[in-house]
C-alpha cells in the first residue's frame, strides 16, 4: 500500500499544502476514466458534453503519461473536426448527445453554412488557443510505444501545419505576426475582465437577438457563471460570424470584437516551437517554423509587453487602445522560451506583488485570474477572479522553462492543495479554496496529473 505523506509537516504554513499525492494521481485517473466517451474525453459529463478544442490537449498532455493510445485518439478524434481551411473549432458535437444538452449547440452554430466544414461531422465556427502542437509532442516525450508515437507524429504534423497556417494567414489582422481572435469564447477565458472595454463599448441593435435558453445554469449557480448579460453579447457575436458563413475577411473588416491578446499568442508561439522539434523528427522543415516563432516572439514584445505597467497586455486590433486591467493573461507569455530574463523577472515581481498574492493568512492560494485588488474582482465568479489550474498550469510550464523553480513550485503545490481542499472542481476561490462550476472536471484532473508526474512532491 502506498505510503502517506503529509506535506503539511514540512511547508511553511502560509504556502497551500497538500497530503497523499498517490491518492490524488489515483482520483484524477478515475475522473478521466468516467469522462472517456468512446473516442475522446468530455470535460464534464454536464456541463459539458461534448467535446472542447483546448482541454483535449490538455487532457492528452494528463493521459500522455501513463495511456499513450487514449492520448493519441483524443487528438486524432478532434482534428476529425478541422475544417479543409485548417481551423480547428473550439467544440467538436457528439452526435449522440441531444441538441438542447448544451447552448450554443450544433443547432445554434449551422457549421454546415461554412465551405470546409468536414461533412461528417458538426462543430462550432470560431476556435479557440492553439496548444495541439505542444501536445502533440508531449505525447511523444511520453510515450512507452516510440514507433506508435512516431507514426501518430507523422499523421498529426499536416494537420497542425494547416492549423497554425490558418491562423497566420486568416488571424493575423494587422500584419505584426500576431494573432486575433474574433469571439471571447476563442479566448478560453470567456467572461475575464480583460475584454469589458471592448464588449462594454458593444451596442446591441433592438431584434439582433434571438430568444434563446442557457443551459449552463441548469447544471451551476448563476453567480458563478458569466452573467446574462455577457451571454447575450457572445451570443451576438457568434451569430455576426455565422451570418458570413463564417467567412473570416468579411468578419475581419466588419466584426466590433478583434484582439490580440497574451494569452492566445503566447500559447501559439510555444506550439510553433513544438512544431519545429516535431518537423525534426518527422522530416519537415524546421527553419519556416523557427523563423515564424522569432515573429510572433518579437511581436509579443513589441506590441503587447506593457512597460510602464509591467506586464503583457491585450490588444484591440481595430483601435489599438491596450487593456488597462491585471488578469492572469498577462504571465503567458512566460512560455516563450526566448523572454528575456528582465521580463521575466518583473513578472514573477507581479506575481508574488499584492494584485496575485493574498495575503499571508493561513489559507490561501493562487493564482487568481484578476487582480486581487480590483474593485470587480469576484473570488467567485467564472474568470473574474478565481482560480482555475490551467492557467497556473501554463505558468507553472513558463516558470519552470524560466529555471523559477521557487516561484514554479508555489504555484503547483497550490493546484495540487486547492484539488485536495475541494476535489476536481472546474475553479476555486483564492481566497478559501472553496470548489465552483462542474465536478469531475477533466482538465483538472489531466493537468494534476502532469504536474505531480512532472516534478515529484519530496518524499
Ligand atoms: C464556452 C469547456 C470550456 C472551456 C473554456 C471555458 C468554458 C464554455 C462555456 O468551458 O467555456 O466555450 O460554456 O462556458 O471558459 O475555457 O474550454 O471546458
Redo the contacts with the bound molecule.
Sequence with gaps: MAETIDHRASACPCRPTFTDPDRLLATARAVLDRNWLRLSTV??RS??PHQ????SAFIAIGRSWHEQSRAQQELEALFEGQWSNGMLP??VFDPDTPDDA??PGPRFWQSERAAGCPPQRAT?GIT?PPLHARAALEIYQQASHEPEARAFLERMYPKLVAQLEYLAGCRDVTGNGLVAIVHP?E?????SPAFDHVLDALVIPDGALPSYERR?LVHADPTH??TDDAYDR?VYLALAYREVDYDDAVLIDRSPFLLEGPLFNAIYLWSIHALAEIAGIVGGDRRSHRAAARRVHDALLDELWSDEAGRFVARDARTGDHDPSATIISFMPLLDPELPPDIVERLVGLLESPCFHPAHTEEHYIISSFDLDADTFDPQR??RGPVWL?TNWLVWRGLRQHGRHDVAAEVGDSMAALVDRSGFR?YFSPLDGAGFG?DD???SAALLIDRLLRDPPAV
Design positions: 470535460p464534464s456541463l459539458y472542447w478544442n483546448w482541454d473550439h467544440i448544451y447552448f462550432s479557440q469564447w479566448s478560453g477565458l470567456d467572461n449552463d457563471r458569466p457572445f467564472y474568470w490551467n472546474e462542474s472536471f477533466s482538465w
